[in-house]
T-cell receptor
Framework: QKEVEQNSGPLSVPEGAIASLNCTYS??????FFWYRQYSGKSPELIMF????GDKEDGRFTAQLNKASQYVSLLIRDSQPSDSATYLC???????????FGAGTRLFVKA | EAGVTQSPTHLIKTRGQQATLRCSPI?????VYWYQQALGLGLQFLLW???????NRGNFPPRFSGRQFPNYSSELNVNALELEDSALYLC???????????FGSGTRLTVV
């Protein structure tokens, strides 16, 4: 079982729609959770982090965390073609010694 | 504020050679993390340095090694290069890993 699991996609949504990206993790002791965006050929860029159960909103982005279900999600409202990228979910492992990344979900936003 | 800088951008080596990759963290960040991203794969944790010491390493053979200098910059060395070592090597720094990393632009290593 992978420690951080994501659907590889691609996920295709029309411009202006809500894109929903999901992630599950296996380590119940994981403390903080992250969403990074990676454009093709570029390095990952931090979008949001969350460590408490519930929702956290930042502009068009909302991260959701459910520790009981070991589930993290990212909602992108009013999706734009510029949001087309690979989205990486990550979790700080128990003990805080390393951050584990999922393989990423490719998102395509169609104009 | 300068971000995380990595050099070189691209590196081409022959199988069996050694490669040295360099990273300078954001000013004030004492921790440096190295990740490998092979084509089509996720980021695999390599090494974590903090205050000049290796704090943790991932599931990579000992031919992957590195160090951190007193100015917190870091070097990743890969000995006895194999074709499978071809990947994007990313360095990141952070004040507190619980709030995330800032990545450098990476070094693309190609082993031929």
């Amino acid at each position: 079982q992978k420690e951080v699991e994501q659907n590889s996609g691609p996920l295709s949504v029309p411009e202006g729609a809500i894109a929903s990206l999901n992630c599950t993790y296996s380590d119940r002791g994981s403390q903080s959770f992250f969403w990074y965006r990676q454009y093709s050929g570029k390095s990952p860029e931090l979008i949001m982090f969350i460590y408490s159960n519930g929702d956290k909103e930042d502009g068009r982005f909302t991260a959701q965390l459910n520790k009981a279900s070991q589930y993290v999600s990212l909602l992108i409202r009013d999706s734009q073609p510029s949001d087309s990228a690979t989205y990486l979910c990550a979790a700080v492992h128990t003990g805080g010694f390393k951050t584990i990344f999922g393989a990423g979900t490719r998102l395509f936003v169609k104009a | 504020e300068a971000g995380v800088t990595q050099s070189p951008t691209h590196l081409i080596k022959t199988r069996g050679q050694q490669a040295t990759l360099r990273c300078s963290p954001i000013s004030g960040h004492t921790s440096v993390y190295w990740y490998q991203q092979a084509l089509g794969l996720g980021l695999q944790f390599l090494l974590w340095y903090d205050e000049g010491e290796e704090r943790n390493r991932g599931n990579f053979p000992p031919r992957f090694s590195g160090r951190q200098f007193p100015n917190y910059s870091s070097e990743l060395n890969v000995n006895a290069l194999e074709l499978e070592d071809s990947a994007l090597y990313l360095c990141a720094s952070s004040l507190d890993r619980r709030v995330g990393y800032t990545f450098g632009s990476g070094t693309r290593l190609t082993v031929v």
